[in-house]
Nanobody, 117 residues
Framework: QVQLVESGGGSVQTGGSLRLSCVAS????????MGWYRQAPGEQRELVAS???????IYVDSVKGRFTISRDNPKNTVYLQMNSLEPEDTAVYYC???????????WGQGTQFTVSS
């Protein structure tokens, strides 16, 4: 079983920066996609950013140019660097890992992130 543990949640002022981290442990496959989802109150969960094992990235339009996703494969860790933060970024952020060529997806517990004006 794969376990994902997020860290870095909290609060920051508008325009500030913060980095989220997620460490995966357990039975990790070489070919996988790791990413971050978020869910704001009253909203559906949405994909924020994802990154494949070879570094290919995808971002939701609202965070392009502000957020950067990266990963450290030997450490099985994915990061989300968030800059120029806005109140609209406030949400619970979830780390996820999908094993490529399969339908298996694993989720972290989620971490609350709040941007205050």
């Amino acid at each position: 079983q794969v376990q994902l543990v997020e860290s870095g949640g909290g609060s920051v002022q508008t325009g500030g920066s913060l980095r989220l981290s997620c460490v995966a442990s357990g039975r990790i496959f070489t070919l996988n996609t790791m990413g971050w989802y978020r869910q704001a109150p009253g909203e559906q969960r949405e994909l924020v950013a994802s990154i494949t094992s070879d570094g290919s990235t995808i971002y939701v339009d609202s965070v392009k140019g502000r957020f950067t996703i990266s990963r450290d494969n030997p450490k099985n860790t994915v990061y989300l660097q968030m800059n120029s933060l806005e109140p609209e970024d406030t949400a619970v952020y979830y780390c996820a890992l999908s094993v490529q060529l399969t339908t298996r997806t694993y989720w972290g517990q989620g971490t609350q992130f709040t941007v205050s004006s």
